[in-house]
Every structure is written in structure tokens, then in C-alpha cells.
């Protein structure tokens, strides 16, 4: 929690802050603003979930998952994307009224074999 806590504790002083282990990679999605993911589908994915941790998101639309969201309401306890899949050869896009996190999983091979290419992956804002 200490390191999902820093991704909305550094926000204003650093561009993106994105957490990557084995197995998952995470960072925050800004409020208010269309945002475009592009997935590394050799890195990342197709699992991914949208997580409302800061509160009430009261519309969230997406585009490129396979369920994608229509000015849904996403909070705990309510609808929370926790598992969706982004469908091959899309971009994702997220807008939101809430800030989110954004989560992918990462492929089976170890962090350490892919290198640079994990620059490859970049959100845009």
C-alpha cells in the first residue's frame, strides 16, 4: 500500500511513477483528461483492471478492453474493472472523473530480460 500510496503522494512533482514487479505493473491514471494507453502486448497484458482506490470515480469511459465502461460509476463495493482484458492491437483509452490506477499484468518472462524495451511502453496525456 506504501507504494500505490507514493504513485498520488509524488503526482505533482513527477511526471509518472510507474510500479513494476514479476508479475504486475501499476500507475495513475490523471482525472478529467483522455488518456491513451499504449500496451506492449511482447510485455504486458492482455490482463489488466482499472482500480477507483481514491474514492468514487462517478464516470469512467474506456475504449480497447474487452469490457469496456460507458460514464460508469466505478467504486468499491460497486463496479470495479479489477480484471478486464485489452483487446489485440488496441489502444486503450481512459477518462475518468476520478483519478485511477491502472494495472497490467506482465508477461511470464523475468523484468530483467526485457531491457529497454520497457521504455517502450508509455502512456499519453
Do not use: H, Y
Request: hydrophobic letters at 40%.
Amino acid at each position: 500500500m506504501a507504494s500505490i500510496n507514493a504513485l498520488f503522494r509524488w503526482r505533482a512533482k513527477l511526471d509518472r511513477i510507474i510500479l513494476f514487479t514479476e508479475e504486475t505493473s501499476a500507475f495513475l491514471i490523471p482525472a478529467g483528461v483522455q488518456n491513451a494507453i499504449i500496451i506492449d502486448d511482447k510485455i504486458e497484458g492482455p490482463v489488466c483492471g482499472i482500480i477507483p482506490i481514491n474514492g468514487p470515480a462517478l464516470q469512467v469511459s474506456t475504449t480497447g478492453l474487452k469490457w469496456n465502461l460507458d460514464g460508469d460509476k466505478s467504486e468499491f463495493g460497486g463496479i470495479v474493472s479489477s480484471s478486464n482484458q485489452v483487446m489485440p492491437g488496441e489502444i486503450v483509452t481512459i477518462k475518468s472523473s476520478n483519478e485511477l490506477i491502472w494495472t497490467t499484468e506482465i508477461k511470464s518472462k523475468p523484468i530483467e530480460e526485457f531491457g529497454e524495451s520497457l521504455n517502450g511502453s508509455s502512456i499519453k496525456i
